[in-house]
């Protein structure tokens, strides 16, 4: 198995994250979170979630950019 390194890597886990805000947002289980028995933060939190993990990835990645 080759090892990534550089900007591919990076953009490997780029895409990875917009297809899991994708899944979130864009999908059937959208109607999960967005039924009247949710809080009504949840979409926050979802949002929060993604943010969260791009910020880590951003800075995961801009450490190893020496």
Known sequence: MIKQTGP??????????ILLALF???SPFTML???N???W???YLLWLFIIL???W???H???HDL
């Open 41 to 43: 933060f949840l979409p």
């Open 24 to 26: 979130l947002f864009a």
């Open 33 to 35: 979170w967005a039924s």
């Open 37 to 39: 028995h949710s809080p």
């Open 61 to 63: 990645h801009s450490r």
């Open 8 to 17: 591919e890597h990076q953009r490997e886990h780029t895409i990875l994250l």
């Open 57 to 59: 990835l951003s800075h």
């Open 53 to 55: 993990i791009g910020a």
